[in-house]
């Protein structure tokens, strides 16, 4: 079995303290590797791939809260909306619409997270707080409209480095973006809360600033074979 369980009860413990949730990111790995982590109490699993998710989702526990943690086609969306309570990585409104769309269709409510780029590389994708304003804004005027939909927080990932300097500056750099955001839009609303920072390899310094979700995939279930 690939799954390690001393790492993952070692992990568990160190988000007790910050009261943060786990993310087991499941992505590339066997059903068997999941069900042996959903025996150990684990429910929340992340998975990047519509079609690995479609296929892997019928075939576990029902409870099993399926978090979409990687970037989403607009025009996937419909294959998982059906099942999906979360999706992190919202990063245009075209997106967040489409969610809200098959989310009613459905009759649910998703959570999202609106992803922001924080890292130096250009690769990544997420809005910068700029656009990021302009979603919001778009989303208030319409707010009725979107009742398929719940803003639960902010996504977003450091740059790939050793510098921890690095890593901690850009996850600090969320955390006041979230506060401002939470200020001026989510005053009132208590479900606006997460914060999901932090892989296998930064997820202490996320923690220690102010991830209240860390998505975590080669530490637990060994690395992954391919580069997905
Ligand atoms: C794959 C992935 C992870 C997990 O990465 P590890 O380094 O294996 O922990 C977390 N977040 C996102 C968005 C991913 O794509």
Not at 2 to 23: E, S
Not at 44 to 51: A, D, L, M, P, R
Not at 139 to 152: D, H, T
């Amino acid at each position: 079995m690939a799954i390690n369980l001393t790492t993952y009860n070692q992990v568990l413990q160190q988000l007790a303290p910050y009261n943060a949730k786990l993310v087991a990111v499941s992505k590339t790995k066997p059903v068997a590797d999941i069900e042996a982590l959903y025996q150990q109490g684990q429910r929340i699993f992340g998975e990047n791939y519509v079609q690995e998710l479609t296929e892997k989702q019928p075939v576990l526990p029902a409870d099993i809260e399926w978090h979409f943690i990687g970037h989403l086609q607009s025009n996937k969306v419909k294959y998982i909306a059906g099942f999906v309570s979360m999706v992190h990585a919202v990063d245009s409104f075209k997106l967040l619409a489409e969610i809200n769309k098959q989310a009613i269709k459905n009759n649910r409510v998703i959570n999202c997270l609106l992803q922001l780029h924080i890292a130096e590389e250009e690769t990544k994708f997420g809005l910068d707080e700029g656009e990021l304003i302009q979603l919001l804004d778009s989303w208030q005027q319409q707010q009725q409209e979107f009742s398929g939909i719940r803003i639960a927080g902010l996504m977003a990932m450091a740059t790939n480095t050793s510098n921890e300097t690095q890593i901690r500056k850009e996850f600090h750099q969320l955390q006041e973006i979230f506060v401002k955001v939470k200020e001026r839009y989510f005053a009132s609303q208590d479900y606006f809360k997460e914060r999901s920072t932090g892989m296998s390899a930064d997820y202490q310094i996320a923690l220690e600033e102010g991830s209240t979700m860390v998505r975590i995939g080669s530490l637990l279930f060994g690395e992954r074979n391919y580069n997905k």
